[in-house]
Structure formats: structure tokens, C-alpha cells
């Protein structure tokens, strides 16, 4: 509420001060483009602030709704995790029917990988892509 008073005092102001160049320049050739111009600068001051304030609002509600930057940093890592353990699977020419991390995010917002477990479509080659995705990624993986 206070920053509604604080914008209907500016409007106010703002009116006044556009009325004294109106009355400074009634006898001037210019007096047509100061009024649209002094016209255009009331009006742009009162449509931009609600605009704000209506975002500000949605905003808001937006970000409150939503997950937290937390869980997105965490989705973010795992799905880089996700993309190269796919990359090396199809490399081999393995098919991953579903993957699980169990991490979290430490202190210095680093993902912390407790567990990945891959399920395969094809139990061949266990030990390579084991082998594979520890070279690459030094992330110990668990078939099932």
C-alpha cells in the first residue's frame, strides 16, 4: 500500500510540473510539441508503474508456486549426469531403460552423487558400461 501512495504522490507531482511547462510555453511556437510531449510523458508515467506493479505481483506468485532454485540446480547437474551416461551407453551400443540418482546439492551447490542405478534393456556388457561410465564420468554405477 505504501508503494501505491508513493505513486499516486509522484503522479500528482508529475501533473503539476507537466501544468507549469504548459504555462511557460502558451505563447511559444513550440507549444504543440511540448503538449504532446508533456501528453505522452503523463501518460507513459502512469501506464509503465501499474505495468510494474501487475508484473511484480505475477512474479511473485510465480516464483512461490514453483520449486525452489535449489531443486532447480539439482535437476539441472542431474540431467548433464543423465545426457552423458546416455552418450556413453549409446556409444556402446546399449539401450538404458530407466536411470535413478539419488544425489544432493553441498554447501558450495556442487551435485554430491549418492548412487546411480541404470536399467538396461539388455543384461550383455555389464562390466563395460560399468567400466565406461567410471573412466568418463568417475561415477560408480549399479545395474539392475
Known amino acids: 500500500m505504501d508503494n501505491f501512495k508513493l505513486w499516486i504522490i509522484s503522479f500528482c507531482g508529475t501533473g503539476i510540473i507537466s501544468s507549469l511547462f504548459k504555462i511557460l510555453v ?25 505495468g510494474n506493479l501487475m508484473y511484480d505481483i505475477k512474479f511473485d506468485i510465480e516464483i512461490s508456486e514453483k520449486a525452489s532454485y535449489e531443486d532447480l540446480y539439482k535437476n539441472g547437474y542431474e540431467a548433464i549426469v543423465t545426457e552423458s551416461i546416455e552418450k556413453i551407453c549409446s556409444s556402446n551400443d546399449i539401450e538404458i531403460e530407466d536411470i ?21 534393456s539388455h543384461n550383455e556388457n555389464n562390466n563395460e558400461i560399468k567400466r565406461a561410465i567410471k573412466e568418463e564420468l568417475g561415477i560408480e554405477v549399479v545395474i539392475i
Open 100 to 120: 535413478y540418482i539419488d544425489s544432493y546439492l553441498d554447501e558450495n551447490q556442487y551435485l554430491v552423487i549418492n548412487k546411480v542405478e541404470l536399467e538396461l
Open 26 to 50: 502558451s505563447n511559444s511556437n513550440v507549444k504543440k510539441s511540448v503538449d504532446i510531449f508533456l501528453s505522452m510523458f503523463v501518460f507513459l508515467y502512469t501506464v509503465i508503474p501499474i
